[in-house]
């Protein structure tokens, strides 16, 4: 008997085993990543995020060789159950934003109008750049679908994208890299575009870049730029949801 008969037949028999296989990798190589962030003092590539997505694509491309299969195969077949029941928790864990949003929400009264504006007006011009700069890299259509959503967070941005067509899994490293850069570079950014003394734009520059990752650095930042970045979280979201699919008709992308 082959590895590979082995492997699809232990698939078939056990799939509570194998959903449990894609739960314990996927906390595992996270709380490794988390472990590494906090003893190098919050070294960019060790974001348990980033550094447990690369570090669980390894483990998988490995084990796929040592069963004698397709990387692809192994991961629908042997990760995927697991790593459907923890996204599914990522809809729950989006509305947990609305926390930090109703403890500021005076500020969110206040300047309501502004927020919303100049969210709108932003996202939508990014997906003129995400366009014309994936355009001029020569990106197919599908790939250039799967880069449209990569503002909203990603468990908004995945079924947008594969709606109009794009590659859920490059829509996700998309966003994840997004928010390892805004994490890494936020302090500096904040510097070079003067928000030191402004609270609600820096926190709104965070949640839109950064989605979760950006509004977890923007909460140690403080309680205004913790808020803002929720809301920026949760209004980008809505706009590429309502905006992304009729734009990418316009453009001719589905």
């Not at 590895?3 to 085993?17: E, K, P, S």
């Not at 030191?196 to 965070?206: S, T």
């Not at 929720?230 to 001719?252: C, H, M, Y």
Request: with cysteine; aromatic share 14%; hydrophobic share 60%.
């Amino acid at each position: 008997m082959t590895w590979a008969t082995f492997l699809g037949n232990a698939l078939d028999t056990n799939v509570g085993g194998i959903a449990f296989f894609g739960i314990f990798l996927s906390l595992t190589v996270f709380l490794i990543g988390q472990y590494l962030f906090k003893i190098s003092n919050g070294f960019f590539l060790f974001q348990p995020l980033f550094f447990g997505m690369v570090l669980g694509i390894f483990i998988l491309w490995l084990m796929a060789k040592w069963f004698n299969v397709t990387p692809t195969y192994f991961y629908q077949a042997a990760y995927k159950p697991g790593g459907d029941i923890l996204f599914w928790f990522l809809n729950p864990a989006t509305i947990a934003f609305a926390i930090p949003l109703y403890r500021r929400n005076d500020i969110v009264k206040r300047f309501w109008l502004e927020i919303v504006l100049s969210l709108i007006v932003g996202m939508i011009i990014s997906l003129f750049a995400i366009y014309g700069v994936s355009k001029l890299f020569g990106l197919n259509n599908v790939m250039i679908s799967s880069m449209m959503t990569q503002a909203a967070t990603t468990a908004i941005a995945m079924p947008v994208a594969g709606a109009i067509g794009g590659n859920t899994a490059v829509t996700a490293m998309a966003c994840i890299l997004n928010a390892v850069i805004i994490y890494a570079l936020a302090t500096f950014l904040i510097k070079v575009f003067r928000l030191n003394a402004d609270p609600i734009g820096a926190g709104l520059g965070l949640g839109t870049a950064g989605h979760a990752v950006g509004t977890a650095k923007a909460v140690q930042l403080g309680s205004i730029q913790g808020s803002m970045a929720s809301i920026a979280v949760v209004i980008v979201s809505i706009v590429v949801d309502l905006v992304v699919p009729t734009f990418a008709r316009l453009v001719g992308l589905v």
